[in-house]
């Protein structure tokens, strides 16, 4: 910032601050406060701040995890009431404006990485209460983590003003009067704090998730955050709405599915703490939003298979010594069978799931198979949910066999999973091309510019030469 | 090829106290070189191994010798590898591969009992440790906290601070037996180093029931998290290399030590201090093959003591029906025990012992024996099932006494590399069947309250083994009667240090592994003292296990 | 628990039964096996050697369902082992026939005659129930989560080294 405003708007901002400091204070004093500060700190729950805004390890809220994107690696900033570090010196104005608008305290703009397209929903009293929580709930922390750089030209922060022009609906949400109060609740929630459109639904090519797909299916990195539209086969048409409270509260749905890497986390650290109106009223509208069908899908994702196993190739037989060399059935039975069993129909509680009936096998899009293989699944809390993952022990030609396996027995037989892929979702995805892609976009406009510059000049002099 | 390996530290065998022990010294700064006889291991291909097994009742059975470092078998037969001079036979079972013989245990991780370190003082038996309970006492909890014990209060050793988990799960089987048989005997937790919950990135317990020979989950703590948590500490180890000799130089300082790969192509290696964690047997063994003109007896032998006071803990069993259906076989496989009789008056008359449960599925021990008994037909089924559900054991763990002439000696005959192999020499002391016919009406009671029926007695005059091979460089303040001083430091060689089960001097009544860790610790922590602020690291240390 | 989904044996009682192996069997199975066997004549028999050694295992673990691939895969095994099984068998068979011994009894009769078949009734029956062929160095497990000792059980336990549960889940009365 250069100059007179240079000047005084750190002024304005300390003058700011020291009021609200000293209004804050005065709150303080004020027993519906604390109330405030503890539903900003459930409706913060809601909206998971803490899950981008906390780096493994790190203190809550003090940001540094990078979120890997197509363009490069977004840091999450500090969000703690710290003056030099964090937000601090946030007005309630300011804090409005990141949080819904996408716009920083210094009034540079905010990558859609932090979805303030979702959050633009929450209400002025839920910002108030948010507010309120991270001023005077949250431990501040004095360390600044490291600063985002992009690639030209995404590192253009104005350009954001251009994109929310085309892509941001900055109105807060208004109930529809002709729904139930569950199903405004559950909208609020879902198109809001809970922002499951941001992984749930497809974007288009400048990376603005697409309106009339609503929750039909985004990727997440190397996960794929599958359709949760009521579509019978490729969706959630045919659970009902005890199953989909069960499944975001604890993480699964028995005898359907099971929550895995970033899902996993959003349970983990947000969903498992909703209240149960709050979890019936997403269930509730979910159940009511387009579903939206995928022609590859012939039947439900959670319908194929059945249990069944290859012992017979097994039983006195020895393992070869070349583990590569190792059948899916071999695999299965070193590294699987303890948990899900010889027939894949695990435990007799059901707490170590079949894997068949099961999302986990039935997508035609494979990437979550691999990925929870080399993964795992690991809860923080003491739920006890934890599938170790294989990483460190399957190379990728033997993931790709043993999900062959997998897939064979127990999901959907038109599934594929290749060794490339593996290879690829191990190292943390494909490259993305979307760089290069926009530099030669910007390449080409810009010569397209000049060529037009360039022919109307000649036009022009050839005009007065014409005339002279 | 031989490239000159060296390191700062040497250490011989990779087990879970060599590799602990190294671990702590690379997280010092030292540069630290493990040398394991055998190969690496996978989990996933022991799993299938064993299902794979026709001697299911035999643990080591997934576990086949490799040519170039054998350990013993008995079955199909015995490999003839461990040589058996008597008078009784001491049928040790060990691993030796990459992780050491924890990749088959009960996880059973105890702490003595304070009394235990002063037998000879108290009761006039056996001998005294060169150090007190309260000096092991944060070796202790160091080594639980990095294992990841979890464990019930009140089982005789006191502790300052609280396990790093609760108990696991307490089977079904083993409630009824704790509730039955108080307020005679209380049955507790067994401490363990099994997963409660998820500790440091591995599962808690699924009920696998195979404990013994492998945890298919990895929800207890064995040699081959130990070594991946070495080697992530900078530690380097080379698997297949059979050490066969240790050099030392004309002042009596080990120089290095020479190891054959699998085509008996041998290797010298140096370093500056040397560990050897080679098992109560491999490392008398070791020692003993090491002898030169100044050394004639073997290294560390000045004492005449290497190799000697070899102990266990023998076991005798009741196995009888219960009146009730227990089936064994859910959970894991050693979740409690009494623990009541380890320490009292009486050790000066007779040894003390711990009363364990079984909880193994006894549906294998039950179809030999109907199978034994020729009973076919529809019955069968009947008999599997009434039995297996109320078949139980209960077993002694004996404390043995220190006898200078049970002891591992070097054998005429050599394995396939042309290394002797190991002789023991072993018998059981009165003392120790004194304890055994005073546990007979502990048995004979259990059955009692248990309203058991078909009582079998396990014969006179035979005692299990239980792999817990102690005493064969046992540590003492006297050069003249033990191997180490109390850091672990042999007396004759500055430089060398032995971290194992075999420096306990005696071996009490519980399961040696958490000890002989909490001493490798101990001897880490004297080999490279903290220079800088002391529970700083330390304490990161514990927490990351904790939180992972 | 789930039952095998491979043919069974039983299931093809319904199938006809061609005259030449109602014939095979017949010379193999007298009224008195044939009462221990129900169904034996609905067997199917592509040769006298395996009926004979279904009906004889069907005798020593009881009227089970024998399941054919399992069936088959153990006889197979047992010939590998040793090259006079399927003789044995017809003999031990025969041997029931005549003697009309009851299968509890059988292992006392064959010891008490010091019978060369003495061995046989525990062959086949390790091969049933623990799934294993052979002794000793020879010896091969064959079968192990479908072995009749895992199967008798499968309701309260699941065979060594699979899960019984999540955590704590073995803390509840077996039903």
């Known amino acids: 910032m250069k100059g007179a405003a240079g000047r005084l708007i750190p002024l304005f901002a300390l003058v700011c601050a020291l009021a609200c400091t000293c209004a804050s204070t005065a709150m303080a004093t004020d027993g519906s406060n604390a109330e405030r500060v503890q539903r900003g700190k459930y409706l913060a729950t809601a909206g998971d701040c803490v899950a981008c805004h906390t780096a493994p390890g790190g203190k809550p809220f003090a940001g540094g995890l990078p979120l890997p994107t197509p363009i490069g690696d977004i840091i999450a900033t500090n969000i703690t009431p710290s003056k030099t570090a964090g937000i601090g010196n946030y007005t309630e104005r300011q804090f409005s404006d990141a949080l819904r608008r996408g716009i920083r305290a210094d009034g540079r703009h905010l990558y859609p990485a932090m979805p303030y397209t979702a959050y633009a929903q929450i209400t002025d009293a839920d910002m108030q209460a948010l507010y309120a929580y991270f001023m005077h709930g949250v431990a501040p922390v004095d360390s600044k983590p490291a600063p985002t750089r992009l690639p030209f030209p995404f590192n253009l922060r104005w350009s954001m003003a251009a994109w ?77 709405e005890a199953e989909l409270v069960a499944y975001i509260k604890l993480g699964h749905a028995t005898g359907r599915a099971q929550a895995a890497g970033p899902m996993a986390e959003a349970v983990d650290n947000s969903l498992q703490y909703l209240t149960a109106a709050d979890l ?83 997508r035609t899009n494979t990437n979550n198979l691999v990925m929870v293989i ?95 | ?68 470092a054998p350990h013993p078998i008995y079955v199909p037969r015995d490999n003839g590898y461990l040589k058996q001079a008597g008078p009784y036979p001491y049928p040790a079972e060990y691993i030796r591969a990459v992780g050491g013989t924890t990749w088959h245990w009960a996880a059973q991780a105890w702490r003595l009992v304070p009394n235990d370190v002063r037998i000879k003082s108290l009761y006039g038996v056996g001998v005294d440790w060169p150090l007190s309970y309260e000096e092991l006492d944060p070796w202790y909890q160091e080594a639980e906290e990095l294992i990841g014990v979890a464990g019930a209060d009140d089982t005789g050793s006191p502790r300052k601070q609280p396990f790093p988990m609760e108990p696991v799960a307490e089977p079904w089987s083993m409630r009824r037996f704790r509730e039955r048989l108080a307020p005679a005997y209380p049955v507790v937790a067994n401490t363990v180093a099994r997963n409660s919950r998820s500790y440091g990135g591995r599962p808690a317990c699924v009920g696998n029931n195979s404990c013994q020979p ?7 703590y ?110 894991p496989q050693s979740p409690s025990s009494i623990n009541t009789l380890r320490d009292g008056a ?143 430091r042999t007396h004759d060689h500055e430089n060398l240090f032995i971290c194992s089960t075999g420096v306990m001097p005696t071996a009490a009544t519980m399961n040696s592994t958490l000890t002989a860790i909490a001493l490798a610790l101990r001897t880490a922590g004297h080999i490279l003292p903290q220079q800088t602020t002391t529970q700083t690291d330390l304490a990161d240390d514990r927490r990351e296990a904790r939180l992972s | 628990m789930a039952m095998n989904e491979h043919e069974d044996v039983v299931a093809n009682r319904d199938a006809p039964v061609d005259a030449s192996r109602r014939r095979i069997l017949a010379g193999l199975l007298t009224a008195y096996t044939a009462s221990l066997v129900p ?36 006889y197979d095994a047992l010939v590998a082992d040793d090259a006079r099984f399927p003789a044995d068998v017809q003999a031990l068979l025969a041997f029931v026939n005549q003697r009309q011994v009851d299968p509890l009894q059988l292992q006392n009769v064959l010891d008490a005659e010091h019978s060369p078949l003495a061995s046989l009734p525990r062959k086949i029956a390790t091969a049933w129930y623990l799934g294993v062929v052979g002794s000793g160095e020879t010896a091969r497990c064959v079968a192990y989560e479908t072995a009749l000792d895992a199967v008798a059980v499968a309701d309260v336990l699941k065979p060594p080294t699979y899960a019984y549960g999540s955590y704590g889940s073995w803390a509840n009365k077996p039903v």
Request: proline share 6%.
């Open chain 2, 222 to 331: 064995t040699g081959e998290t130990a070594v991946a948590a070495a080697e992530a500490s900078g530690v380097r180890l080379v698997p297949n290399a059979v050490v066969y000799r240790i050099e030392h130089d004309a002042k009596g300082r080990i120089a290095a030590v020479h190891y054959f790969d699998p085509d008996k192509g041998s290797h010298r290696v140096t370093g500056k201090t040397f560990i050897l964690a080679a098992n109560g047997i491999e490392s008398p063994k070791l020692l003993l093959l090491s002898a030169s003109d100044k050394y004639p007896n073997g290294l560390a032998n000045s004492s005449g003591m290497v190799g000697r006071n070899l102990m266990d803990h023998p076991s005798t069993s009741l196995t009888f029906y219960a009146d009730e259906e227990l089936w064994l076989g859910r959970g």
């Open chain 2, 346 to 488: 009486f050790r000066s008359r007779h040894a003390p012992y711990r009363l364990d449960f079984t909880n193994i599925s006894q549906v294998l021990n039950v179809t030999n024996d109907l199978i034994k008994e020729g009973v076919y037909g529809a019955e069968f089924e009947k008999q599997l099932r009434w039995r297996a559900a109320r078949q139980v054991n209960v077993k002694n763990v004996l404390e043995v006494l220190p006898d200078p002439d049970n002891r591992i000696t070097l054998s005429s005959e050599k394995d396939a590399m042309g290394i002797p192999k190991p002789e023991a020499h072993y018998s059981i002391g009165e003392y120790t069947r004194r304890g055994a016919d005073v546990s007979r009406a502990d048995f004979a009671r259990i059955a009692e309250l248990m309203g058991g029926t078909g009582l079998r007695y396990s014969a006179d005059g035979q005692f299990a083994n239980n792999q817990h091979i102690t005493g064969t460089m046992s540590m003492g303040n006297a050069p003249s009667s033990s191997v180490v001083d109390a850091f672990g």
């Open chain 2, 214 to 220: 492998i945890c298919p989950v990895n929800a207890q």
């Open chain 1, 280 to 362: 019936q009223a997403i269930a509730t509208y979910l159940k009511t939003i387009p579903a939206q069908h995928d022609p590859a899908d012939t039947r439900a994702v959670d319908d194929w298979g059945s249990a069944s196993d290859e012992l017979d190739s097994l039983r006195g037989v020895a393992l070869p010594v070349d583990p590569d060399k190792m059948t899916g059935a071999q695999l299965y039975d070193a590294y699987c069978a303890s948990c899900h069993q010889a027939r894949g129909q695990g435990s007799f509680d059901g707490g170590l799931p079949p894997l068949f009936h099961n999302t986990a096998t039935g």
């Open chain 3, 39 to 74: 169904w034996a004549l609905a067997l199917p028999a592509p040769q006298a050697d395996r009926g004979a050694f279904t009906a004889l295992s069907a005798i020593l673990v009881g009227q089970q369902v024998l399941d054919a691939a399992q069936t088959a895969r153990l």
């Open chain 1, 374 to 468: 080399l993964d795992g699944i690991r809860w923080t809390d003491r739920s006890g949910v934890h599938m170790p993952g294989f990483a460190n022990h399957l190379d990728d030609r033997q993931i790709a066999t043993l999900a062959a396996y997998l897939i064979r027995h127990y999901g959907n037989p038109a599934a594929k999973v290749s060794v490339e892929q593996v290879r690829q979702l191990r190292a943390g995805g494909a490259p993305s091309h979307l760089v290069a892609l926009v530099r030669w976009a910007m390449a080409i406009v810009l010569l397209v510019i000049l060529a037009i510059v360039i022919l109307s000049v000649r036009r022009m002099r050839r005009r007065s030469s014409g005339q002279a």
């Open chain 1, 164 to 240: 929310n022009m085309l892509f941001l609906d900055s109105k807060p949400f208004t109930p529809d009067p002709g729904k139930s109060a569950a199903w405004n609740r559950g909208a609020y929630l879902v198109r809001g704090l809970a922002h499951c459109s941001t992984c749930h639904t497809p974007r288009n090519l400048l990376m603005a998730e697409q309106p009339s797909r609503e929750l039909a299916g985004g990727d997440v990195g190397t996960w794929h955050a599958p359709n949760i539209t009521p579509d019978a086969d490729s969706g959630i048409g045919n659970w009902s």
């Open chain 2, 1 to 68: 090829m031989s490239g000159q390996l060296s390191a700062d530290i040497v250490v011989i065998g990779s087990g879970i106290v060599g590799s602990l022990a190294a671990r702590r010294l690379a997280l010092r700064g030292a540069s630290v070189l493990i040398l394991e006889a055998g190969p690496r291991l996978d989990r996933g291909r022991v799993v299938a191994a064993f299902r794979n097994s026709p001697f299911k009742g035999s643990w080591m059975a997934p576990y086949p010798p490799s040519p170039w």
